[in-house]
Nanobody, 126 residues
């Protein structure tokens, strides 16, 4: 079973930057959209940013727009999330996900994604 692998999480101070990576080592699989989600303790998993895998379109949650940038390297089979000006409320486990089905509108719900990574913790101190 294909699984995604996230790296790059850790502890950062407010205002600092972190870069997350998401790779699918050793396997190729069909995907139309990829995205980053996050889940804070006691909260539901929420959409952070998404990218069209075979295109260039991106979309962001309002809470991260202007601070986070999603990108990809198709040759390396890897997706990235550059997180700048981090805030304590960005603290969460960050997951990458892939959608193997096409959607007419950009998928923002966890159920619309069928391949997930194990998550990486991001903790932002004030």
């Amino acid at each position: 079973q294909v699984q995604l692998v996230e790296t790059g999480g850790g502890l950062a101070q407010a205002g600092a930057s972190l870069r997350l990576s998401c790779a699918a080592p050793g396997r190729t699989f069909t995907r139309y959209f990829m995205a980053w989600f996050r889940q804070a303790p006691g909260k539901e998993r929420e959409f952070v940013a998404g990218i069209i895998w075979l295109g260039s379109g991106t979309t962001y949650a309002e809470s991260v727009k202007g601070r986070f940038t999603i990108s990809k390297d198709n040759d390396k089979n890897t997706m990235y999330l550059q997180m700048n000006t981090l805030k304590p409320e960005d603290t969460a486990v960050y997951y990458c996900a892939a959608a193997g089905s096409w959607h007419d509108s950009y998928p923002r719900l966890p159920d619309e994604y069928d391949t997930w990574g194990q998550g990486t913790q991001v903790t932002v101190s004030s």
